[in-house]
């Protein structure tokens, strides 16, 4: 798989060489390798970084290369909690290594969420802290909602009707609005055969 992969790349890149074009990725790259070699000139007293849980090996050199370059002070917000780039190459224990990298380090830890109940967060870290090498943190909320999950159990042929009953107990308890998330194109078909539903895809 390796080999073909390493292939794949080569030809990616010749093709993006002979049309002059760069991507993302390359864009980093080729910016680490200017602030090394000093090809260009930024000034920077102070570098604020937002969703730093998303941190690449290549974003990381990146950020070092332009910390060494401008000797400026670096900022980063993040949570570890909220990693789900790692198919494209983010590692949420560099997040964890800020310290070891841009040192020296204070961590101001923000613990009060505004969003959801404390019920439903007190769920979701249990959940997260199972899933692999994760920071402990114990958040707070203002918010309370007594069940703030319901499992719902279906196979195909009761999808629709499971969805239905589940939106006549939500209208007992008076008209809302309700977003349904789905992860393929089939649950927006799905759900658009279902005549009460107005769905409007995002």
């Known amino acids: ?3 073909l992969y390493h292939y794949l790349e080569i030809v990616y890149r010749y093709h993006m060489h002979q049309q002059n074009k760069i991507d993302f990725t390359m864009m980093i790259d080729e910016a680490t390798i200017c602030l090394k070699q ?4 930024v000034s920077y007293r102070y570098i604020m970084i937002d969703e730093y849980q998303d941190i690449s090996r ?3 050199e990146l950020l070092k290369a332009l910390e060494q370059h401008t000797k400026a002070h670096m900022i980063a917000v993040g949570d ?3 990693a789900i780039y790692h198919f494209s190459g983010s590692d949420h224990q560099l997040f964890q290594q800020f310290g070891i990298h841009f040192p020296p380090t204070k961590v101001f830890y923000l613990l009060q969420t505004y969003r959801n109940s404390q019920e439903l ?3 979701a870290g249990k959940f997260i802290m199972k899933t692999g090498d994760h920071l402990p943190k114990q958040l707070t909320s203002q918010k309370h909602c007594q069940y703030p ?3 719902i159990y279906y196979w195909k042929y009761n999808y629709t ?3 239905l009953h589940l939106l006549g107990e939500l209208n007992e308890q008076g008209p809302k609005t309700i977003y349904f998330l789905g992860r393929y194109q089939h649950d927006i078909t799905i759900l658009q055969t279902i005549k009460v539903l107005r769905v409007k895809e995002k």
């Open 161 to 163: 009707k499971k969805i």
């Open 149 to 151: 999950v319901k499992w």
């Open 121 to 123: 967060i007190d769920i």
């Open 58 to 60: 290549n974003r990381l």
């Open 80 to 82: 570890d909690w909220q």
């Open 38 to 41: 000093k090809t260009v000139e």
């Open 1 to 3: 798989f390796l080999t």
